[in-house]
């Protein structure tokens, strides 16, 4: 039932190896990807264990947006060795995928869809513990490190799905402001926006009180509860920060402070959505992902077409909110407000309409993709993007309002151009 | 190194009986009061349990306010059964009782002073697990739920101490607010003051990043760390509550919205002192409430004399923060805003006089005792007190301002009378 704890400053992932020492640690598996093993991150942690005289072993192949087969890769790697600790340096696909490889380690006889979410997988619940795990994030956005999520490109459906329980969740966050210095400015710029969504998205999920069915046994809640009293305060405190500091951080890599809080707001926001869920940008966003034909994400060094997570969010995000906002108006004008708008004179139902021009212009000025047309889709790919959205349901059930797929079309298509 | 989970919800408390179960309880040891255990929280916790047929004894002997020869009582009631599961229903003197029992059940041979914060006892780090301690809060005051802190009242020196250690911070918090409603009018303003209190001494305390010596090794970084982006989240929600609804929730016992959102504010305070810290307020009330002479208190159906103690430590907060404002004047001058001041006129010089002056009138509208000379201190005792408040430099260290024994002696005179 725990959560995880975290440590925050410049430097402190210099402190790892102790870390690691305290934790009686004999024998570490760090996990990273290729681009971030040759930077200072990474190499800080290493120093750290070598000075301290812990024994570990490099992984360096995690997939940036992973698939089932890199999963099943870093698993292997996991089995063959005998790991008392997983140490994850990297963004949120290194943190997923180091999720995995810790459970699937400790549980060697599961097949690999056990435990994945249905309908996909069977979502059979993790019994028993699995080996602690320390989250050292180099990205602002993904708030993996707080979260009993793992996300993946199931590649036999061409759709993103992932593992939640809280069994997998990060022992220990090491959250190192340094670390988000080496971020090229459309890595910070995506992965801010996956933090603006997260909160977004938690703060107007469905009421935790109004989910239904309502589990009889404690121990069969899901992961995504619903908003709550305490998943708003770090949604909202998150969006605050976002309004504030994300432009400042993407337009200018030195900016410690800038860049600092955007790293605080992904924290923020993570604890917010891993208790209260995302809903709609999420659960489309991963078919988007998904179903990538061409697209070539700037930034990103890696040579597989990429729409990167944040990206995918986002892009649907002025279309989401004004279709969820007739169900919470007030929570609906209040991001616009704290996003910039001027509200005083707003009606009630105009709500959405005032939250999604809010967000169109805070895309355009960061030089955002003008919609799923500029990522290579058209309106032919719509029923595909569609069919991808319905086994997301963990995610769109936490919609404030209902949706048929004719929603959904909808909302894809008003989703092509933005500007 | 994990944190509290907390569950909230108008009758979570009945679900108790399941978290038992799937804690793999057989033997569960329930702490509350006598009062308590005539009342609906306990009535509802043990029909839960039997209800789901889990093995249990109550102790219903904690002191309202307890000393160490209570602990010890506790602790024997404790080590004479061997439970594997402690709950403890009531409030702050309940929980921290049960912290003690379950800590030394578990360290049969340790001496009591062994765990007691130093220079009282000798303050050894807490080695090895304790059981889970699943708390159930009855008061909106305390925040004991979320916190690794038991306070209790060392008879030998009449000063207040306590153990202070993230190992017997609670599993789970079940957080009730139908249990609330049977609060009385008293307990409702002196739980609900320290709640303001925790808000207001952390949000003000030492900043993290000013604390010395720091720590070599993470292992052994204090409970209290001072003021950080974090537990700022909280003080200030947590503020902010306070301000929109302890009145309310004092007046109107029925009003469920304001006892709800107090209870909830009581937790997210928890949150923010038991990571951030208390300082004079608190460090103060110990001797205050310690001394105690004739002083009997309305709605406590104790035998004993008594100063409450959020009565003990809300006193001398008009001089302890007239006192500290010159270190972080915009934080005092927030703080008095939120709570209903205008500042928008108020130079920073200004701010301590300003708070001070807010929470003077706070205190006069729910009608609290006119400072420490009505609750039976006269000038004659500030040296006992101030002899009584230097033990508990743990928490006094964290004021933002240094302080001679000459400026406590000043914050008591000034603490004399309020109105």
């Known amino acids: 039932m725990a959560s995880t704890s975290i440590r925050y400053g410049g430097g402190v992932s210099r402190e790892i190896g102790m870390d690691l020492q305290n934790l009686g640690a004999k024998n570490v598996c760090v996990m990273t990807d290729r681009n971030l093993s040759r ?37 292997s790697f996991a089995k063959n060795n005998s790991f008392d600790v997983f140490v994850a340096v990297g963004g949120g696909s290194v943190i997923d995928t180091c999720k995995a490889a810790n459970l699937y380690a400790c549980h060697p006889d599961a097949d690999f869809l056990d435990f994945v979410n249905a309908p996909v997988g069977k979502g059979k619940p993790v019994g028993g513990a699995v080996k602690p795990l320390v989250a050292v994030p180099t990205t602002a956005g993904t708030g993996s490190e707080t979260t009993g999520v793992a996300i993946f490109d199931y590649e036999p459906l061409k759709a993103k799905t992932g593992i939640a329980s809280r069994a997998i969740r990060p022992t220990l966050g090491i959250v190192d402001p340094l670390h988000t210095l080496s971020m090229p400015e459309r890595v910070a710029a995506n992965s801010g926006f996956d933090v603006l969504c997260h909160a977004l998205e938690s703060y107007t999920a469905l009421p935790y009180d109004q989910r239904s069915p309502c589990p009889t046994n404690p121990i069969n809640r899901p992961a995504y509860q619903g908003s709550n009293p305490i998943s708003d305060v770090w949604s909202r405190h998150a969006l605050h920060i976002v309004a504030k ?36 940008c999420h659960g489309m966003s991963y078919p988007i992902a998904g179903n990538v034909k061409s697209h070539s994400a700037k930034g990103y060094n890696v040579e597989h077409p990429l729409v990167p997570h944040g990206l995918s969010v986002v892009l649907t995000s002025p279309a989401v909110f004004n ?63 569609v069919k991808g959205t319905i086994p997301q349901e963990r995610v769109t059930k936490l919609s404030p309002r209902a949706h048929t797929e004719e929603d959904l079309s909808r909302l894809f298509e008003a989703s092509m151009k933005l500007y």
Chains 1, 2 share one sequence.
């Open 39 to 75: 930077l200072p991150p990474v190499k800080a942690v290493l120093e750290s264990l070598v000075k301290n005289r812990v024994e570990y072993k490099v992984y360096d192949a995690v997939r940036v947006e992973p698939t089932d087969s890199s999963f099943k890769d870093a698993i």
């Open 245 to 280: 500091y994300m432009k400042r951080a993407v337009r200018d890599p030195e900016d410690l402070e800038a860049r600092s809080s955007m790293h605080l707001a992904s924290v923020f926001a993570g604890i917010g959505f891993g208790n209260a869920g995302v809903h709609l």
């Open 323 to 385: 279709f969820t906002a007739p169900m919470c108006p007030e929570r609906h004008l209040e991001a616009a407000e704290i996003l910039g708008a001027d509200i005083r004179q707003v009606k009630r139902e105009d709500a959405g309409a005032v939250l999604a021009d809010m967000l169109r212009q805070f895309l355009f000025e960061l030089q955002v993709e003008d919609g799923l047309g500029a990522v290579g889709y058209t309106k032919d790919d719509i029923p595909a993007l």
